[in-house]
């Protein structure tokens, strides 16, 4: 399936309504679009028939963040060994 930026998909999806870019990019940094957006390069890409999910943050958000650090043996600067 091909993948539309996510302006585009907002457009599509909202009509005139459409959240501000930086509610966008958000979105898509917390994982709050379904499937997830790929960034490439500085956009952002989107299936088009992707879906906003509301409720908790997805573990590819922030949280998802940590743990990879966490598998690749990078530790925050507060820990302590």
């Not at 457009?11 to 957006?37: M, S």
């Not at 997805?58 to 530790?75: D, F």
């Amino acid at each position: 399936m091909s993948m539309i930026t996510l302006e585009r998909w907002a457009a599509l999806t909202y009509g005139e309504a459409a959240p501000h870019t930086n509610t966008l990019r958000r979105w898509a940094r917390e994982a709050r679009i379904y499937p997830v957006p790929q960034k490439h390069g500085r956009q952002y890409y989107v299936q088009p028939d992707a879906r906003y999910m509301t409720g908790a943050v997805s573990t590819h958000g922030q949280a998802g963040q940590l743990l990879a650090r966490i598998e690749k043996g990078l530790a925050s600067p507060r820990v302590r060994r």
